[in-house]
Nanobody, 125 residues
Framework: QVRLVESGGGSVQAGGSLRLSCAAS????????MGWFRQAPGKGREGVAG????????YYVDSVKGRFTISRDNTKNTLYLQMNVLESMDSGLYYC??????????????????WGQGTQVTVSS
């Protein structure tokens, strides 16, 4: 059974930073595409960033380029999202997602099969 558990969310002021983590189990993590998504209240789920199994291909949504960094540690089966210069528009429930090969790291929902429960990020201005 695949399990994705996010952590690291919280409340910060605008301009601050947070680092999210996602611990994966039950799948061949080094051979899985991973992604981060978010959902603000009253809005649909939005892809934030995606990373290929080896980390060689990375995608970001335009609104987070230059501020967020996705990374992975294949020895620890863990995915990360470093978020800097946070803005109020970044607030939402952040989800980790996965799909084993063959896969695409492009962070759109149909590309991912497994989902975590989410961790809340709240940015106050």
């Amino acid at each position: 059974q695949v399990r994705l558990v996010e952590s690291g969310g919280g409340s910060v002021q605008a301009g601050g930073s947070l680092r999210l983590s996602c611990a994966a189990s039950g799948l061949n993590y080094p051979n899985a595409c991973m992604g981060w998504f978010r959902q603000a209240p009253g809005k649909g789920r939005e892809g934030v960033a995606g990373i290929s199994p080896g980390g060689g291909y990375i995608y970001y949504v335009d609104s987070v380029k230059g501020r967020f960094t996705i990374s992975r540690d294949n020895t620890k089966n863990t995915l990360y999202l470093q978020m800097n210069v946070l803005e109020s528009m970044d607030s939402g429930l952040y989800y980790c997602a996965a799909r084993a090969r063959p896969c695409s790291p492009d962070p759109v929902e149909p590309n991912f099969l497994y989902w975590g429960q989410g961790t809340q990020v709240t940015v106050s201005s």
